[in-house]
T-cell receptor, first 114, second 116 residues
Framework: AQTVTQSQPEMSVQEAETVTLSCTYDTSENNYYLFWYKQPPSRQMILVIRQEAYKQQNATENRFSVNFQKAAKSFSLKISDSQLGDTAMYFCAFRPGTASKLTFGTGTRLQVTL | EAQVTQNPRYLITVTGKKLTVTCSQNMNHEYMSWYRQDPGLGLRQIYYSMNVEVTDKGDVPEGYKVSRKEKRNFPLILESPSPNQTSLYFC????WGRGSGANVLTFGAGSRLTVL
């Protein structure tokens, strides 16, 4: 069974600074997909970024980028120029290429401060 | 607007009183799924459906039922709710494959359920 581990329950960063959220996963699959979802206080689940394992290039979306280390099974999220609106719970998620199940980590609560 | 709609958004009920949380999507997605979110546990999958009349158990299916009679609807049924089913529930849908938007779950707004 696949597992997703987020070892940082809570983090804090000052506005305009950079922060990195960690995620590791365990799988024997070679083809899979990785995601970061954001859950602000409104509770809505919002996709931040996704990465296909067959792509070596790290995905980026504006201020959000990932460091995908396939051999190490690591998928960290970097938020640059942090904004107050980035305050949220962030979930890392994994989906095998051959299955329909999406497995989530336990989340990292990020607080952006002035 | 492409969306997943779930109702009710909030519900307080009592132990043993059957309830249904509805979920509907307008994106013609084959895949639909239910998750529950509990503090410190992240999101855990309850049931999922690959298409009409095709459903399967997730990680925590006990105490829940689902059906998929139409592509757009995927209701979650609690036949005899118990306090340990107090949680935040999310319905989500997607299509699998490659290309833009593939494999990305679109979530409903969540349903906060309290069982007394």
């Amino acid at each position: 069974a696949q597992t997703v581990t987020q070892s940082q329950p809570e983090m804090s960063v000052q506005e305009a600074e950079t922060v990195t959220l960690s995620c590791t996963y365990d799988t024997s699959e070679n083809n899979y997909y990785l995601f970061w979802y954001k859950q602000p206080p409104s509770r809505q689940m919002i996709l931040v970024i996704r990465q296909e394992a067959y792509k070596q290039q790290n995905a980026t979306e504006n201020r959000f980028s990932v460091n995908f280390q396939k051999a190490a099974k690591s998928f960290s999220l970097k938020i640059s120029d942090s904004q107050l609106g980035d305050t949220a719970m962030y979930f890392c998620a994994f989906r095998p290429g051959t299955a329909s199940k999406l497995t989530f980590g336990t989340g990292t609560r990020l607080q952006v401060t002035l | 607007e492409a969306q997943v709609t779930q109702n009710p958004r909030y519900l307080i009920t009592v132990t043993g009183k059957k309830l249904t949380v509805t979920c509907s999507q307008n994106m013609n997605h084959e895949y639909m799924s239910w998750y529950r979110q509990d503090p410190g546990l992240g999101l855990r999958q309850i049931y999922y459906s690959m298409n009409v009349e095709v459903t399967d158990k997730g990680d925590v299916p006990e105490g829940y039922k689902v059906s998929r009679k139409e592509k757009r609807n995927f209701p979650l049924i609690l036949e005899s709710p118990s306090p340990n089913q107090t949680s935040l529930y999310f319905c989500a849908s997607s299509f699998w494959g490659r290309g833009s938007g593939a494999n990305v779950l679109t979530f409903g707004a969540g349903s906060r359920l309290t069982v007394l």
